[in-house]
């Protein structure tokens, strides 16, 4: 029976890990030889299991594109204990109105910084940024109003009945004109009012007033029962549509104004990527020889760590996963660079040490050495990155994505360099150094 | 640490050149802190800079530079603009040039102070953690205050540095800025906490005082730093020549700062260490 020697054991168990992590690091379809292959994705049901998940990467608005706004909720006249509240309320319609429109996968966050609320939002691969900022920033204050002539002008007196008795709205054509319109349903409470009201305005007109303005103001022929109504102006398809929708999610408690946009194409997006990539291959390939060419064989063992350090993020990236932004890639490459730090540290120590003690003692030794250095000046970095990706999301520091994205990256390489740097070189260079007995 | 003196003067040379560029010329702040517009397009047809300028100012906004990238498209910086003048310079183009929209950047004017603000707050934790560790770890003030001066050198260097570029190449000072300056941070430290590790290990073992070994000490990381550095450098090098221009001034920021870093731990950090000793000797004898 073929005995194994336990470096040489987790040698192959790190082997298997690599295969796994570069399974998994796979694009979803590639070629090779010719040939198209499709990497599956997880899906896995067993019993009460079912793990399901897709191991594409997921890439941030500046690589995939999008648009990324900061809505500035006007809070100021609320008392303080309102605030907040009122920020979460206008989050929520925000979010619904979004949804209503049709974005996958948008983002809405609230933020605040020294008593100004936020409303951060990002919308994935969203390119007519106007019509989405239209739809979100109305207030859609819906309301009915009485009109009391009085010379010289007509006033206005608000009824009771709002946009909350509403149960919803759809956009719709008038069965005698052909216009846009939107058909309104009220709640059970709402037709109630609605009826009453209708019932004591009969021969006079009724305004339907939004966001302070008369849109129209139709005579009421007779009292309506129905709970049903219509709301007619001079309306395009596509005003009507958004009318249906900032409806159906509400209205915003406070208005909100925008104060930042940033919208990336995704042509720029793809561009970026390729740019990164190749950057990326041509730093990696300038790393590996440097290595090859200071310490021969050595270097040789920590390029091979260094390429399972690059798959396993890689495949890390997919399984948390991390949302990769440009700056996070910058982060990825950075922490490749640094990840031969640790065999440096080590292989520099060797150098002296092996003069002194037997190889495979100097190997030891120098691994146990440098490991006090490696971690303290790893530290340092990681809590950077901590102070920089905000895990807390405490608002007195930066949230910003792309920012966060290159923190994570870099604190995600720096750990796993560790591990590579220490584990994978050390038993590497334990089984093949050992059984070699290079005699320097 | 015979050439203390020589090193201590190219620090000052350095620093000097860009405390100067920040005193004469400031630094170029962009839209991150300023507030503005900024409109990057690719265009099928023939354009000039006088072209886009004349036509984006009919709808009254206000041009304030046009710039050809590498990669054929066209930089526009504006100061803020509405939605609606963002959409009719939006139709001009496409008309004109058969414009294509890459990016479009609208940040409003309340948003610079707040990011001054926030990377102050970020500052300050981390070099407080920094030295806190640093001092902690190896039960010395002198070693954290040292490690933090280095860092605080690093830190001058880049930022001016950075007003010369942007004086010079239009560098402008955004979040990427910000994020690159953090982590010079770290990296200043890292290298130092290598020499620093090795001072207190030769210590442990052979005694001696700081002033004796730390020639030593800086001999024996020497090549470990440099190689360490390389490969970074390799990587930055990499990214600013290759990566595009969004990334182009962050990947030269952090290349600024890693070869700062790599300089200031042996000849900054450590020779402040050696005269801290030297003068606290001078106090008690």
Known sequence: MLRLSSPAKKVILIFLLTLLAGFISLPHEFSLFGRNFTRPNINIQSGRFDIQKNLDLVLGLDLAGGSHLVFEADTSKLPAEKKKDATA???????????????????????????????????????D?????????????????EVKEASPSAILVPTSLTGADLSYARADFDKNTGKPVVSIEFTKEGGDKFAEITGATVGK???????????????????????????SGNFSVDEAKKLAIELNAGALPVPVTLIEERTVGATLGAESIARSVRAGLVGLSMVLLFMVLEYGKLGLVADVGLIVFGVLTLALYKLIPVVLTLPGIAGFLLSVGMAVDSNILIFERFKEEKVRRPVADALEVSFGRAWDSIRDANISTLVTAFVLANPFDWQFLNTSGPVRGFAITLALGIGLSLFTGIVVSRNLLRVFIREDKITK | MKYRLVYFAISAVVIAAGVFSLFKWGLNFGVDFKGGAILEYRFKADVSEEKLTSLIESTKAQVASVQKTGNGSYIIRLSPITLEQKGIIGVLLEKNFEAQELRFENVGPSIGP???????????????????????????????????????????????TYSLLGHFFGAEVDFLFVTALLTILSFSVHDTIVVYDRIRESHKKLGGSVTELADKAISETMVRSLNNSFTIIFMLVALLLL???????FAATLLIGTVSGTYSSPFVAVPILVTWEEIQKKIKG
């Open chain 1, 89 to 127: 309320s206008v989050r929520d319609v925000i979010e619904r109105r979004v949804n209503l429109f049709g974005v996958s996968e948008p983002n809405v966050q609230t933020g605040s910084f020294e008593g100004k609320d936020r409303v951060i939002v990002e919308l994935p691969g969203i390119k």
């Open chain 1, 129 to 145: 940024t106007k019509q989405a900022v239209d739809i979100i920033g109305q207030t859609a204050q819906l309301s009915f109003a």
């Open chain 1, 205 to 231: 007109p009724l305004a339907i007033v939004l966001d302070n303005q008369v849109i129209s103001a139709p005579i009421v022929q007779e009292k309506i029962s129905g709970g049903q109504a219509q709301i």
């Open chain 2, 114 to 160: 707040e990011l001054v603000k926030k990377t102050l707050y970020a500052l300050i934790i981390s070099a407080t953690a920094i030295l806190l560790w640093v001092a902690l770890q190896f039960k010395s003030l002198k070693f954290g205050a040292s490690a933090v001066l280095a860092m605080f050198h690093d830190s001058v260097v880049v930022i001016g």
């Open chain 2, 243 to 249: 990566g595009g221009t969004t990334i182009r001034w």
